[in-house]
Each structure stands twice: as structure tokens, then as C-alpha cells.
């Protein structure tokens, strides 16, 4: 019997806990020994609930018993999951965490000290949800250089984007429902504002080139500024606007970053609605992958937490080695990256067209019957000079990276 410690009993904790009493015994088989959960960490009591005589408040109770081996930790943040999960880490506890805050901030110290302690630290639930990606990009596609990242990462920007479109829903509103359906984040502007996504693509370019990506180095855009005007532009285009987290390496080059993006019907992504999160990853032996599934949400989330439960409890004493190195990937300058840019101006046709012509060269006219504006397409810009033409004329409504 092996014994594990959850830590937050909130969405995922719970979910954590129902996945191993509902399928305890078909992990049970696939683990050779029945899974346990000893202790449940929350501030809060939960009277009624089938748990409730585990639930202790001490995190020393946990990290001082022998008995406990694997370590789970869903509680979110930094502080104190960090303390928690270097404490369980050097106690000699495998932990595996839903944490993408904890894991793109300190992934490769606790990576290093469970490497030391001959234990496991893992945590495939912190990037798209219900979706193996972590793994995939560890220990499958390892024959390849990977050329491109690019993913749909957060569920509850992408359901309030597929809702807006399909069904002119209101922002606030599908907000509210993503909350009410415990998609989003605590404070949902990591979602909206794309901090959540920026943590992901992080950690999955860490993993990609073995080295320290520094969030804080990833350019970050999120959909706040996305109005059902531009979702206009976008049907009449047969486009849809999703938020996306990429990387890409060109020649010796890496760039990050999140922001919206129009795509069309042929993208690989195109059809990846609501709650879920698609990742297309790009090696150069393998050629195009696409991993797909629901990127939020109690159940699905636990399953990819207990599916690390059962590879750490198959692998106890033993370090499965993931390459995630603290020296850091310096990024490239994203002012260098180009693409096209969908532009709104404010005036009509006659105001815009020649100045436009002056700054963009040819550009493809966007009409969705709007008044009073010139909506184009350019040809592919760097960021830089995009920026800097932008702000020469002087009557940007709003802008979004084309991909098609
Ligand atoms: N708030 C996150 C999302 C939860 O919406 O994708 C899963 O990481």
C-alpha cells in the first residue's frame, strides 16, 4: 500500500481525490500495490464530506510521516506550495503537482533535488489541463530538435472566445460561467491577461531545449482587448481569433511569446473550441504532432495528476531524469519575429487607403460591413516596424497577429 499526501482540497485536490477512490482498483492493478490517501492539507474543515477525517490542517504532520511516499500538490501559487514542495522533495516524498505558477518559477531546482534524493518530481497536469504533454516532450519526442510550440494553453480564454463567436456572447458573462465551471484561475486576469499561458509556454520550452526560460522574458498579450467588433472582422474573413502560446526556433533563435491570433479553417488549431486546449509541437524528424483535450476542469486535470501518481509510485527510489537545466535560454528579441497583422483603422477608405499603401505596400482590404473604418491585412512585418508604422498613423482601433 503505497501512501499519499494531498495538499489543497480545493477543484483539482478533490477531483485528485475522486479519480483515486473511483478508479482505485484499476490503479491499483496498474501500480502492482492499492493507492491510499493518508492526509488532505486544506485551511478549511469539510464537514460531510466522505474525506473529512483526513483532512488536517499541519503541514508537518505530512512532511514528518515516514509513511507517506508521494506528496500531491494542487494548491496553486507560489507561496507556500514551494516551501511545501521542496520540504516534501528533501523528506525524500516523490510530489506531483498541478502547480504551473510553482513549476515555471522553481521547476528546474526541484527537478535538481529530486534527481539528488533518487525521487520524482512531476508534474504533467501543470500544462494543458487533462492533455499528456509533459511527458510526451520528455520521453518520446527526445530523437527530435523541436522547431515549434504552439497551443491553444488556457481553457477559460478559449471558452470565452469560442462563446463570443458562436454565440455573441457577452465578455463578462462566459467569464462568470468559466468561473462557475472552476476553469479559471483565482484571480481569472491570469487567465484574461495571459499570465497563465505565458507560464505554460515557459515551461514547455524549458523542456524543450533543456534549459531555464524566465517568464518574465515572454512577450504577453491576452484578450482583454478583443471586442466582438474584431470577432465581426473575423467571421467575414472565415477566421477565428484564439489566444496562443508559442515558440519557435529559427536557426539558432528561439522565440516566445502569447497574444491573440486570427487563424483560418486550414490551421491545425482552427477547430479547437471551449474549454479545450490543442498544442501542435513541430520536431524536425517527426514532422507536425497535434495533442488535443479538455484543458481545465476538476476531473480532467486530476487525471493527468494521478497519471504522475502512478508513474511515481511505479518508479519509487528511482529518478526518472527530465532535462530542465537552471542555466537560462536567453530569447530572441520578438521586435525581430514577423507575420501579418489584421489592422482596424478609425475613418473610411477614402481617408486610409494612401497612407496605408505608403506604410504596408499592398495590403488585403477586410470588409465585414462595419462603418466608418478601414479594416486590411498586411504582408508579413516584423513586430518592430509594425509597431513603429502603427503608431506613424495614428488611428490603430486595434491589431491581431494573422497566421494564415
Ligand atoms: N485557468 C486555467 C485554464 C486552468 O483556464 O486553462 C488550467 O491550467
Redesign the pocket.
Known amino acids: 500500500m503505497i501512501k499519499v499526501s494531498v495538499l489543497g482540497y480545493g477543484t483539482v485536490g478533490s477531483g485528485v481525490v475522486e479519480v483515486l477512490t473511483t478508479n482505485k482498483d484499476s490503479i491499483a492493478k496498474k501500480v502492482g500495490q492499492e493507492i491510499e490517501v493518508k492526509h488532505i492539507l486544506d485551511l478549511r474543515d469539510f464537514p460531510g464530506d466522505p474525506h473529512e477525517a483526513k483532512v488536517v490542517h499541519d503541514f508537518n504532520q505530512i512532511v514528518n510521516d515516514d509513511e507517506v511516499q508521494i506528496v500531491v500538490e494542487t494548491m496553486g501559487g507560489v507561496k507556500p506550495a514551494y516551501d511545501f514542495v521542496k520540504a516534501s522533495l528533501e523528506a525524500g516524498k516523490s510530489v506531483c503537482t498541478?502547480n504551473?505558477e510553482l513549476v515555471a518559477k522553481h521547476g528546474a531546482e526541484l527537478i535538481a533535488i529530486a534527481k539528488a534524493k533518487n525521487i520524482n518530481f512531476f508534474f504533467e497536469a501543470?500544462v494543458g489541463?487533462g492533455i499528456p504533454i509533459i511527458r510526451p516532450i520528455n520521453e518520446c519526442v527526445t530523437g527530435d530538435v523541436i522547431e515549434e510550440i504552439s497551443g491553444i494553453?488556457?481553457?477559460?480564454?478559449n471558452?470565452i472566445l469560442s462563446k463570443m463567436a458562436s454565440e455573441g456572447a457577452q465578455y463578462a458573462d462566459v467569464l462568470k460561467q468559466?468561473q462557475d465551471l472552476g476553469?479559471?484561475?483565482r484571480n481569472p486576469e491570469?487567465?484574461v491577461e495571459g499570465y497563465?499561458a505565458c507560464r505554460?509556454i515557459a515551461i514547455l520550452t524549458s523542456l524543450a531545449y533543456g534549459k531555464q526560460v524566465d517568464f518574465e522574458d515572454i512577450y504577453t498579450e491576452g484578450i482583454t482587448k478583443i471586442s466582438a467588433t474584431d470577432i465581426k472582422y473575423a467571421k467575414a474573413l472565415g477566421a477565428s481569433i484564439k489566444i496562443f502560446g508559442s515558440s519557435k526556433k529559427v536557426g539558432d533563435k528561439i522565440y516566445a511569446k502569447v497574444a491573440p491570433v486570427m487563424i483560418d479553417a486550414n490551421h491545425p488549431l482552427y477547430m479547437v473550441n471551449d474549454?479545450f486546449?490543442g498544442i501542435f509541437v513541430k520536431g524536425n524528424m517527426v514532422g507536425d504532432l497535434m495533442f488535443y483535450g479538455s484543458?481545465?476542469g476538476k476531473l480532467p486535470?486530476a487525471s493527468a495528476v494521478v497519471g504522475d501518481v502512478v508513474a511515481a509510485a511505479k518508479n519509487l527510489n528511482v529518478n526518472v531524469p527530465i532535462i530542465w537545466d537552471s542555466e537560462k535560454l536567453e530569447l530572441a528579441d520578438i521586435k525581430e519575429a514577423s507575420q501579418r497583422f489584421f489592422v482596424r483603422l478609425s475613418g473610411d477608405k477614402a481617408a486610409n487607403e494612401a497612407k496605408v499603401s505608403a506604410a504596408f505596400g499592398n495590403v488585403d482590404v477586410v470588409d465585414a460591413g462595419i462603418d466608418c473604418e478601414y479594416a486590411f491585412i498586411t504582408s508579413a512585418v516584423t513586430e518592430g516596424d509594425f509597431a513603429k508604422k502603427a503608431e506613424e498613423l495614428g488611428n490603430v482601433v486595434s491589431r491581431i497577429r494573422v497566421d494564415f
Do not use: C, H, I
Not at 494553453?153 to 480564454?157: I, R, Y
Open positions: 498541478s504551473k501543470s489541463g494553453l488556457n481553457g477559460t480564454t471558452y468559466a476553469y479559471a484561475e491570469a487567465d497563465d505554460k474549454v486546449n484543458g481545465a486535470t
